[in-house]
């Protein structure tokens, strides 16, 4: 979500006349966009401020102002300024388009400028703003949780859930294929939620947008994400779209009806849709789930990528992970190494839990001692590393097609090749990276090439243009 809103950030700022640049002494607005997420996350975007104090003494009175945007700044908000007096203004989640009204009362004289309430009257509507050229981009649908999670931070940085229409939505990707983007993210925090209350609601009164905020997903006559994904697949206009992904998702409103959108497209599934789906599951323990405020049972979740499977085969699937959660029982963290030898995922994403300031869990015992949640941590992503290597290997010698991302950071694999190959990095539609060779000369960038795959490890996969 932050990437996206940087993407966003940086597209109103071009907008208003100012280019980008990768040097922070030449910039003349500078925009941190902190996450809340975790503690350590919180940290590092406090110290990155603090690293942009002397700029605003430069000796040749070039001074740059200085912002803070996204859930830190949702969060912190006057806080920020008593922290870092030099802060020029504070931009909260839901104020990102004020942001050029922003830096223009900041340009003529004003300090301090804060923008950080919800708009709790209005609809949710927007366009998708990207920065340059680009075959991918991030599409918000709905915005805000309603869930609740007893650890989580985000219903307080991001506000209730809010969705956009699918009509609007299916327009704005249209004008994205126009301008050359094939591959689509559908993002929301719980984007499984999208279409409640939305105003194509056939049951909303007008006065009820307050009203429906808080109920779990759409209920029967509303809009709902099923719906969005087979419009996008079928609308003429997006003929060029090729894949559609999405994140993130909760597994309660992860239905039936979505699970069927994985079938081939000959069984009555959506081609476009990627084989790839990332399902938080934060814990194996059913006890640990409730503590979690999570609303579903481990055997759900269970049945839920069984059934998936069954329909693709070939689905990538990733999930997150918490541990050391309080009351987290080392039988408990071993039902979540049994839910990864069950599920068998191709990518975890796990952390040592945090308690973050106003949540429920904040006011538990954390009762998990760090050497512990250090351990758990480290056990995990080995144990999740042998499996990953496996589901990995077992793709070499087939052949797949990618979207390819640009030229790869680390050129190691074509050091000392006495010609002009260059390393590209690609993903398949099941999420999995491969890095391949090809002559510098060639521009790749956002074609869909088959590689064969010809070596794996337990992070990506080493393919050959076919
Ligand atoms: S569903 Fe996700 S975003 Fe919402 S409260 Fe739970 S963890 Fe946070």
Redesign the pocket.
């Known amino acids: 979500m932050n990437v996206a809103d940087s993407e966003r950030i940086s597209a109103l700022l071009a907008e208003k006349g100012l280019e980008a640049t990768d040097q922070v002494e030449d910039a003349h607005v500078i925009i941190l966009n902190g996450c809340t997420v975790r503690e350590k996350a919180v940290h590092k975007a406090l110290s990155t401020l603090g690293t942009l104090r002397p700029l605003k003494k430069r000796p040749d009175g070039q001074k740059p102002l200085i912002g803070m945007a996204g859930c830190v700044a949702q969060l912190e908000k006057e806080k920020l300024f008593k922290r870092a007096p030099y802060l020029d203004f504070v931009v909260g989640t839901d104020a990102i388009d004020h942001l050029p009204e922003i830096v223009h009362r900041v340009e003529h004289g004003e300090r301090h400028v804060m923008y950080a309430d919800f708009d709790r009257a209005n609809d949710y509507s927007t366009d998708t703003k990207i920065f340059g050229y680009k075959a991918q981009a991030y599409v918000n649908i709905m915005k805000g949780?309603d869930?609740?999670?007893t650890y989580?931070i985000?219903?307080y940085t991001r506000g209730k859930e809010k969705s956009r229409t699918i009509d609007e939505v299916v327009e704005d990707v249209a004008r994205l294929v126009a301008r050359g983007v094939r591959e689509i993210t559908l993002l929301g925090?719980?984007v499984n939620s999208f279409g409640k209350g939305n105003p194509n609601s056939k049951l909303r009164e007008p006065q009820e947008l307050h009203n429906v905020i808080g109920k779990v997903g759409p209920r029967a006559g509303e809009e709902n994400f099923p719906q969005l994904l087979r419009a996008l697949d079928s609308d003429p206009r997006l003929a060029e779209l090729k894949r559609i992904r999405f994140t993130?998702s909760?597994p309660l409103d992860f239905s039936d009806e979505l699970i069927e959108c994985y079938a081939p497209a000959s069984q009555g599934g959506v081609a476009k849709l990627a084989g790839h789906l990332h399902l938080?599951v934060q814990s194996g323990s059913n006890a640990v789930l409730q503590k979690m405020g999570r609303h579903h049972k481990i055997e759900s979740y269970i049945a839920q990528m069984d059934r998936l499977r069954e329909l693709n085969p070939e689905v990538g699937l990733s999930t997150d992970l918490i541990v050391g959660f309080p009351t987290e029982t080392e039988e408990d963290f071993q039902q979540t190494l049994r839910l990864l030898d069950r599920v068998q995922f191709d990518n975890i994403y796990a952390f040592a839990y945090s308690p973050r300031p106003g949540t429920r869990a904040a006011k538990m015992v954390d009762d998990v001692s760090n050497d512990v949640k250090n351990r758990r941590l480290n056990e995990l992503l080995q144990y999740q590393l042998k499996i990953a290597e496996a589901r990995y290997a077992s793709r070499v010698g087939k052949e797949m097609e990618i979207l390819v991302e640009g030229e790869a950071k680390n050129q190691n694999l074509a050091v000392g090749l006495k010609t002009d190959l260059r390393v590209w990095t690609g993903r398949t539609t099941c999420n999995r990276v491969v890095n391949f060779m090809s002559g510098g000369q060639r521009e790749l960038l956002g074609k869909f090439l088959n590689v064969k795959i010809a070596g794996a490890t337990s992070l990506s996969l080493q393919g050959e243009l076919t």
């Open positions: 949780c869930k609740y999670c989580c985000v219903p925090q719980n993130s909760h938080p």
